[in-house]
C-alpha cells in the first residue's frame, strides 16, 4: 500500500475520469452487467455536471447507453457484437454490493481524526459497505471532497475583479484525492484510505500516488 502527504504534479478532474486509467483494465467489458446494475443518482449527478462544464457539448443530447459508450463506461466488441459495463463503468456508477461481485476486495473510506478525544478513533467516517450511500468512485470523491477542504483558511484574494475562493492546499487536496482513486489497483486486498488529521491528510491506495 502506498501512502502520500499531497506529493501530487497531475490536474484531473474526477467527472472527466471516464478519459482515465483505474491502474486495472478499466475498458475491460463485464458482458453481463448492464445498465440496471448502475446507480441511476449518480449517472443523474454527472450528466449534470457534465453539462455545467459543457453546456454545449453534443453528448448531452445523447441517450444514457450511448453517453456512457462515449465517455468510456460502456463498451462494444464490434467482431461479436457483444456490449456490456466497462470496469471503469462499474467503479463509477455502480453500487458496492455489485462492485465486490467483480473486484471482491473493492472498499473506500474516509476518517476524521481532528478533534477527536482519547476514547474516540474518528469523529466522522464513510465507507463504501455501510449502505447509506452508493459506494462507488464518483459519489465517493464528491463526499469526501467537501469534508477535506471544511474550514481551511481562505484569505481574501482578487483574480482580477473576482474573489479567489480556493488556495494551493485546495488545490492539493483535490489533485491527491483524484490520483488515490485514479490511480489504484482496484484488484489489489486493500482500498482506499483517506484520513484527515489534525496536522495534516494522509491518502493511501492499493497502487500508486503519482
Given at each position: ?123 466522522d ?11 462507488n ?5 464528491f ?34 484525492l ?8 482496484y484488484?489489489?486486498?486493500?482500498g ?8 495534516g ?10
Amino acid at each position: 500500500m502506498r501512502k502520500g502527504r499531497l506529493a501530487v504534479n497531475k490536474r484531473e478532474e474526477i467527472h472527466h475520469t471516464g478519459e482515465a486509467s483505474f491502474g486495472v483494465q478499466d475498458g475491460m467489458i463485464l458482458e453481463h452487467y448492464g445498465v440496471n446494475e448502475l446507480h441511476f443518482d449518480s449517472v443523474k449527478n454527472y450528466r449534470n455536471r457534465f453539462l455545467a462544464v459543457k453546456p454545449n457539448h453534443p453528448w448531452n443530447g445523447l441517450e444514457t447507453k450511448e453517453f456512457l459508450y462515449k465517455i468510456g463506461a460502456w463498451g462494444k466488441r464490434r467482431e461479436t457484437g457483444k456490449e456490456g459495463l466497462t470496469l471503469a463503468g462499474l467503479l463509477m456508477f455502480s453500487e458496492e454490493r455489485i462492485i465486490t461481485e467483480v473486484l471482491p476486495h473493492y472498499f473506500l473510506e474516509y476518517r476524521d481524526e481532528t478533534g477527536t478525544a482519547y476514547d474516540e478513533r474518528w469523529t466522522d467516517r464513510i465507507t463504501s459497505q455501510d449502505g447509506t450511500w452508493s459506494g462507488n468512485l464518483f459519489d465517493f470523491y464528491f463526499m469526501v471532497m467537501p469534508r477535506l477542504i471544511a474550514g481551511l483558511k481562505v484569505p481574501f484574494q482578487l483574480q482580477g475583479t473576482l474573489r479567489q475562493d480556493e488556495t494551493a492546499v485546495h488545490t492539493a487536496l483535490r489533485e491527491a484525492l483524484v490520483n488515490a482513486i485514479v490511480h489504484a489497483d482496484y484488484s489489489g486486498e486493500r482500498g482506499i484510505v483517506v484520513t484527515k488529521e489534525s496536522d495534516g491528510f494522509v491518502f493511501s491506495n492499493p497502487g500508486t500516488l503519482r
